[in-house]
């Protein structure tokens, strides 16, 4: 299962419908606090985590997450190109950051690597 956690619903929507054709299932949270409970209870594989969130700063999820499990491959989704973020986003354990709007052939590479796949076999 992957985690989607996006205040935008239809950037979780978009991602679920390409992580289905993908193969894989997902959940969705709109709320840093909602995504930490369900990152506790359901283990994802992969967590896709923007930045900006309503509660709490991406970031600020993004370090809960990793000391909950800090194997859990969490991507970042952001939609302003500050270096700055970004930067401590990878300090704090980020595998990958991706832009909005997404280019889905990248996501697709990211997602793959972040879970030890090889991209040329999907």
């Known amino acids: 299962m992957i985690l989607v956690v996006d205040d935008e619903q239809d950037i979780c929507d ?6 289905k054709t993908e193969g ?3 959940q969705t949270a ?9 990152f506790k209870d359901n283990k994802p ?3 896709f985590l923007d930045m900006k969130l309503p509660d709490l700063e991406g970031v600020e999820v993004l370090r809960k997450l990793k000391e909950l499990d800090p194997t859990t491959p ?3 989704i952001t939609a302003f190109r500050d270096a700055e973020r970004v930067v401590n986003a990878f300090r704090l354990g ?4 991706i832009f909005k709007p997404f280019d889905f052939k990248y996501i697709k590479i990211a997602m793959l690597a972040s879970l030890g ?3 040329q076999s999907n």
């Open 24 to 26: 894989y299932e997902s």
């Open 30 to 38: 709109k709320l840093g606090k909602d995504a930490i409970v369900k």
């Open 45 to 47: 594989s992969l967590v």
């Open 74 to 76: 969490v991507i970042m």
């Open 117 to 119: 796949k090889n991209a």
């Open 94 to 97: 980020a595998y990958d950051c």
């Open 14 to 19: 978009v991602l679920s419908i390409f992580l």
